[in-house]
Nanobody, 123 residues
């Protein structure tokens, strides 16, 4: 079992930045990919970025080079640095972990989800 806890969400003005954290605990040696997803009200959940155990990263086109995913193995934590935020980035952001890599985000649906953290970008 793997437990994921997100933090770092909040309210920010357009153009601002936030850094989300995803702290993992439990059987993390079984995890080969961690990804960030987001879900806006009335919309489907969509993948944002992923990082594999080998350190390879992948980003959704919608990010447009504004976000960076990284990890700190010593802290068992994956980060999502979000810059140049736009009101359209407003959503609940979820961390997900999976044993598979699939397309670089982990397979879908992932084996584990965090509880989510709200990001609100005001115009």
């Amino acid at each position: 079992q793997v437990h994921l806890v997100e933090s770092g969400g909040g309210l920010v003005q357009a153009g601002g930045s936030l850094r989300l954290s995803c702290a993992a605990s439990g059987s993390i040696s079984s995890i080969n990919a961690v990804a960030w997803y987001r879900q806006a009200p009335g919309k489907e959940r969509e993948v944002v970025a992923g990082i594999t155990s080998a350190g390879r990263t992948k980003y959704a086109d919608l990010i447009k080079d504004r976000f960076t995913i990284s990890r700190d193995n010593a802290k068992n934590t994956v980060y999502l640095q979000m810059n140049s935020l736009e009101p359209e980035d407003t959503a609940v952001y979820y961390c997900a972990a999976d044993r598979g890599i699939c397309a670089g985000y982990g397979c879908y649906p992932p084996a584990y989800w965090g509880q989510g953290t709200q990001v609100t970008v005001s115009s």
